[in-house]
């Protein structure tokens, strides 16, 4: 059974980088896209970006100028960076997979890592 | 980006009734939705994707219907593990969106 164990630095002040971590076990990098996707009071869900195994990359044109995400495929590690953030970015982050049998809906979630930031 | 509206935000019922949430489109997406079941400090479970399968492992009380704006999720006898709050999300287009959810609590 696949898992998704995901974990960061909680607390940013504003302009630092956050960065996420999020890790596959009991599964394989290939043949599915692996998505970011926060949640705060103020925006709901929204997804961030996704990267498959390839490298290849789609993001959210909202964020995508601050978003960097990234695969070591010899870890089986997923990574998010998000620079310049602000008190807009304080979220809840989860990491998540979805495809082949459900493309674009994300059937595997990790269990979320809050992030604040406050100056 | 292609917004989706969620109706009604929440809803009273008790056990064993039929509930029906609506998710609404900006633009058309085919079948390209999905629905997804929350609960308090935890991550979204996918329930239905493509409108109406129902992904494995799921109860068959939870049904999807709908195609191009208009979709619904229908929960045929609501048990006690059922209260949530609930999500749709659609997948026609980048960036993929969801609507504002539907909680749905004890009468």
């Known amino acids: 059974q696949v898992q998704l164990q995901q974990w960061g630095a909680g607390l940013l002040k504003p302009s630092e980088t956050l960065s996420l971590t999020c890790v596959v076990y009991g599964g394989s990098f290939s043949g599915y896209y692996w998505s970011w996707i926060r949640q705060s009071p103020g925006k709901g869900l929204e997804w961030i970006g996704e990267i498959d195994y390839s490298g290849s990359t789609n993001f959210n044109l909202s964020l995508k100028s601050r978003v960097t995400v990234s695969l070591d495929t010899s870890k089986n590690h997923l990574s998010l960076k998000l620079a310049s953030v602000t008190a807009a970015d304080t979220a809840v982050y989860y990491c998540?997979?979805?495809?082949?049998?459900?493309?674009?809906?994300?059937?595997?979630w990790g269990k979320g890592t809050t992030v604040t930031v406050s100056s | 980006d292609i917004q989706m509206t969620q109706s009604p935000s929440s809803v009273s019922a008790s056990v064993g009734d039929r509930v029906t949430i609506t998710c609404r489109a900006s633009?058309?997406?085919?079948?390209?939705l999905a629905w997804y079941q929350q609960k308090p400090g935890k991550a979204p479970n996918l329930l239905i994707y493509?409108?109406?399968s129902l992904q494995s492992g799921v109860p068959s009380r939870f049904s999807g219907s709908g195609s191009g704006t208009d979709f619904t999720l229908t929960i045929s006898s609501l048990q006690p593990e059922d209260f949530a709050t609930y999500y749709c999300q659609q997948a026609k287009g980048f960036p993929l969106t969801f609507g504002g959810g539907t909680r749905v609590k004890i009468k």
């Open positions: 998540a997979r979805s495809g082949p049998a459900t493309p674009y809906y994300m059937d595997v």
């Open positions: 633009q058309g997406i085919g079948s390209w």
């Open positions: 493509t409108a109406s």
